[in-house]
């Protein structure tokens, strides 16, 4: 931890309250995420983690709080200012979300295209290099819809880290995948980290996908952070809610009598 | 009661909200088209051609078939009501008034509201649903530059285009049969139309395909990029934009017909 305050933070979270409509969905999360530093945001499904993956990319507008990303503040920030950021993030969303009337190929390129103007031999070479990088070597002619959902997965982070972006977003890295393909996945993300010193935040629900990646973990729970701290504090902790995560115990579900009848005859106690 | 008017007021609001997301979508593309250069983020131009392509030339047979029909149908019903007057020889009059000026706008407007109008909302509402349209937004690209700006261009000039194709199939179709029933030639019969036609008839036309044009895409471009509720949200996006934009086209014909004609 200690080598960790000297260290620039690149994402700074702070007290941020996120709703949908009524429902709250994210309750005063306070979060640094240190430069080079991989952190893994885990959590049960339900616990706010893809909706503070969503406020973090700046796709949502918090309720309240500030988002400092590269020490710029996008829940203010205009849009010339969104757009540098951008140029320095790179995402890969869950389903890898490749654009699918494009070949792997020219979705690589795409953010190339868009903010260099680099010549077409030079784009083409980044875009293999990066694809050779993730395995996908001689794949670049294949539409996404022909792609495995390991494939597709990493097709997606080669086109999150084409432009070598300061900061990687990586969410569900091994959902839906199975346990060989999903460990690939994770050493592809530590040789991200290693080669380019990128700064890496991991949405997971996949236990053991984080203990081997993480630097550090945030658990998130009904939309509270319980704890941030190494992969040895999280399993030494004592927290029940952690010890339920980490050692897959369904949850105790304390039953109120009155609001269970209420629900189902749908009057509000 | 009570519920009925809050249900009215609900949907009020909710309309009026649709109504300014379309237009804010419209006056983001225009900022787009005319300001995107100069931020470095032009819109791109062989996407509008992609997509002129697909809206308009591929359209052609399809809207020469129809067009060409319904210009036989209204050569049938004219000289019908004309043989009443005695008055068959008239019918290259009303025929090409009324193509010009009425059918050929709407037969196009309804035809590429139900081929392209409901292939947008299906196209953006599936990005949506796929997370392509997060993605793009994530990798610094804006959707309505990237998506919406060069459909709505594409439309705006395809959409005049067919309409003024449609405008000569129209006469054709209805100048073959004419000239079978009233032996004419189809030169003399295309000749006397364009001696009745003048430029206002065709502008009349062409002013309400450009009028079409924006209804389709915003209502097409709208519903597409507020879809929720996977496969089945898509599919009712489409269904009601497609709905939606015939609607419209409708009755924004109604009130230009109106105030044109006068």
């Given at each position: 931890m200690s080598a960790q305050i000297h260290r620039r933070p690149v994402i700074e979270i702070e007290h941020l309250d996120a709703r949908y409509g009524e429902r709250q969905v994210l309750t005063d999360i306070c979060l640094t995420i240190y430069e080079g530093e991989i952190m893994v945001i885990m959590g049960g499904s339900g616990s706010g983690k893809t909706t503070l993956l969503r406020h973090t990319l700046g796709l949502e507008q918090p309720a309240s709080g500030t988002i400092r990303i590269l020490g710029r503040d996008i829940t203010a920030a205009d849009a010339k200012t969104l757009y540098e950021l951008r140029t320095k993030m790179g995402v890969a969303f869950?389903?890898?979300?490749?654009?699918?009337?494009?070949?792997?190929?020219?979705?690589?390129?795409?953010?190339?295209?868009?903010?260099?103007?680099?010549?077409?031999?030079?784009?083409?070479i980044m875009s293999r290099m990066k694809l050779e990088l993730v395995n996908l070597g001689g794949f670049e002619d294949l539409m996404p819809a022909e792609l495995s959902g390991g494939m597709l997965k990493r097709a997606a982070l080669a086109r999150a880290v084409v432009m070598d972006p300061k900061l990687l977003f990586v969410d569900e890295p091994s959902s839906g995948l199975d346990p060989v393909v999903a460990a690939e996945i994770d050493q592809l993300i530590l040789r991200l980290r290693?080669?380019?010193?990128?700064?890496?935040?991991?949405?997971?629900?996949?236990?053991?996908?984080?203990?081997?990646?993480?630097?550090?973990?945030a658990i998130l729970d009904n939309g509270r952070i319980v704890m941030t701290g190494g992969v040895d504090a999280i399993r030494a902790s004592t927290d029940r809610r952690i010890q339920d995560l980490l050692n897959r115990r369904p949850r105790e579900a304390t039953v109120d009598a009155e609001a269970y009848l209420g629900r189902l005859?749908?009057?509000n106690p | 009661m009570r519920n009925m008017i809050e249900n009215i007021g609900r949907r009020t609001i909710k309309g009026i909200e649709e109504?300014?997301?379309?237009?804010?979508?419209?006056?983001?593309?225009?900022?787009?088209?005319l300001a995107g250069r100069m931020r470095k983020q032009p819109v791109s131009v062989a996407t509008i051609f992609q997509e002129a392509m697909w809206i308009g030339v591929t359209a052609i047979p399809i809207i020469?078939?129809?067009?060409?029909?319904v210009g036989v149908m209204l050569a049938?019903?004219?000289?019908?009501?004309?043989?009443?007057?005695g008055a068959e020889s008239q019918v290259i009059l009303g025929l090409a008034f009324v193509v010009v000026r009425e059918f050929s706008p709407?037969?196009?407007?309804?035809?590429?509201?139900?081929?392209?109008?409901?292939?947008?909302?299906?196209?953006?509402?599936?990005?949506?649903?796929?997370?392509?349209?997060?993605?793009l937004r994530v990798i610094g690209i804006n959707p309505v530059r990237y998506l919406a700006a060069p459909i709505l261009v594409a439309m705006c000039v395809m959409l005049p285009v067919l309409t003024i194709w449609g405008d000569l199939m129209g006469i054709l179709g209805g100048g073959l049969y004419t000239c079978a029933k009233l032996n004419m030639t189809l030169h003399d019969f295309f000749s006397s139309s364009l001696e009745t036609l003048v430029v206002a008839d065709v502008m009349q036309g062409i002013i309400k395909s450009v009028v079409f044009a924006v209804i389709i895409v915003l209502i097409g471009l709208s519903n597409g990029f507020q879809v929720s509720g996977g496969a089945k949200g898509v599919g009712l996006a489409t269904t009601r934009s497609?709905?939606?934009?015939?609607?419209?086209i409708v009755l924004a014909d109604m009130v230009f017909t109106y105030f044109l004609s006068r």
């Open positions: 869950q389903a890898g979300a490749l654009l699918g009337s494009m070949t792997v190929a020219e979705n690589v390129e795409l953010p190339l295209r868009e903010h260099t103007h680099l010549n077409e031999s030079t784009i083409r290693n080669a380019m010193k990128m700064t890496i935040l991991i949405v997971t629900h996949d236990l053991a996908s984080a203990f081997m990646i993480a630097d550090r973990i005859t749908g009057d | 109504l300014g997301y379309a237009f804010s979508l419209l006056a983001e593309s225009f900022m787009w088209l020469s078939m129809l067009n060409m029909a049938i019903q004219a000289i019908f009501t004309l043989s009443k007057f709407l037969i196009v407007g309804v035809l590429v509201s139900g081929r392209s109008g409901s292939a947008i909302t299906a196209r953006i509402g599936t990005m949506q649903e796929n997370q392509e349209i997060d993605a497609v709905v939606l934009s015939i609607s419209f």
